[in-house]
């Protein structure tokens, strides 16, 4: 998608609307800073507000996501192109988060490590033992948040597949953080079958 082209064309039928950023942002429930970063092409509207901008500015999605008004017989060819494309903007952008995911495990491990490691060296010089305790703590909790922020990232990119009847579904986070698991598979019940598997993490959804 052309993300220029579409921000140049929100900015137009803003415009032909008589709306002015900091009004379009406000019926949307959003700043005039991310109107600002659509129409100058630095980011695209998030699909929470996709359909509200539509009906704002009068235009259809498939209009927005093309950055002109799609005739009629146009219509179903670029509906399924742009469709396709945000399948692949998603699956794009769930590896980049499992990426991410990695860092902060690999990162948050490592300093909980140090943490300890140095803690230990305190105490071999007989330093106060509440100086080992603060500087677990600290590593520890920082464990905590960064191992959280990464589980939520792990439940919410790509699918579970199911491996009795191949269903890919996105569980919640409490079934995710339950759950045994061997890296990214874990042993969770499937919503479609009802039975429980060793369910491995998948990026698309078919």
Request: a positive charge; charged letters at 25%.
């Amino acid at each position: 998608m052309d993300q220029v082209r579409i921000g140049r064309f929100i900015a137009e039928k803003r415009k032909a609307q008589k709306l002015t950023q900091q009004q379009l942002a406000e019926a949307l429930g959003i700043t005039d800073r991310a109107v600002s970063k659509w129409e100058t092409g630095r980011s695209l509207p998030d699909a929470s507000v996709m359909l509200e901008l539509c009906r704002l500015l009068k235009i259809t999605v498939n209009d927005l996501l093309n950055g002109e008004v799609v005739s009629m017989e146009r219509y179903n060819e670029t509906a399924e192109r742009n469709l396709l494309e945000m399948v692949k903007q998603k699956e794009a952008a769930d590896k980049r988060l499992l990426k991410t995911e990695v860092v902060i495990g690999v990162t948050s491990s490592a300093f909980l490590f140090v943490t300890v490691i140095v803690g230990a060296m305190f105490m071999k010089m007989e330093k106060p033992l509440w100086i080992f305790f603060l500087l677990f703590g600290v590593g520890l909790a920082q464990f905590i948040v960064c191992m959280s922020f990464a589980l939520r990232i792990e439940q919410v990119a790509g699918y579970y597949e199911c491996r009795k009847c191949g269903h890919r579904y996105v569980p919640d986070y409490r079934t995710v953080s339950l759950a045994m698991h061997m890296g990214r598979t874990r042993y969770i019940k499937c919503p479609a079958c009802g039975k429980r598997s060793w369910q491995k993490k998948v990026i698309s959804k078919e």
